[in-house]
């Protein structure tokens, strides 16, 4: 399936699940290489299970390795590919969310976000109850008509 975003077509190689193919811009109807026309995330073995839209230009990119960041995404296509951030490894493509501009990510050590280039464990105040952990741990999150990320994790 190709995704439209930043004005250009985008999916993940059914052949390698590990590359993240980008079109060149503004050709929304036929898919058109531009230069390299890849990002690959090949560190591991894992598939990419996810990529979101973050901001005017970066791309989030979801493994069950962890994640990263593609920057600088405009109609040059000169990328850049952030580190990987372990901590926001991700099991499955629905613990995973964007909302205003901050990526949620929910595995077994919690509830992650990214915003502005660093990660926060948002359960970190619970974790020593793992009762309360439970709640968001591990959990699917999904978007309501008001956009608030926590249906599903917990109620407030």
């Not at 079109?23 to 979101?52: C, T, W």
């Not at 109609?75 to 590919?81: A, I, K, N, S, T």
């Not at 741990?137 to 599903?152: E, F, K, Y």
Request: aromatic share 12%.
């Amino acid at each position: 399936t190709m995704n439209w975003y930043y004005n250009r077509l985008w999916y993940i190689d059914p052949a390698n699940t590990a590359v993240l193919n980008y079109g060149a811009p503004n050709h929304n109807e036929e898919y058109f290489r531009q230069g390299l026309g890849k990002e690959v995330f090949a560190q591991d073995a894992s598939p990419i299970l996810v990529f979101i839209p973050v901001s005017r230009n970066q791309m989030f990119v979801a493994k069950a390795t962890g994640s990263y960041i593609i920057e600088n995404i405009d109609d040059r296509g000169v990328f850049f590919r952030s580190d990987i951030a372990q901590e926001m490894f991700a099991p499955a493509a629905n613990q995973v969310t964007e909302l205003d501009g901050v990526i949620y990510v929910s595995n077994v050590n919690g509830l992650f976000s990214f915003a502005e280039g660093k990660v926060n464990e948002i359960t970190r105040k619970v974790r020593n109850n793992a009762t309360s952990l439970t709640r968001y741990a591990n959990q699917a999150i999904s978007l309501t008509t008001r956009r608030s990320p926590w249906v599903g994790l917990c109620s407030l």
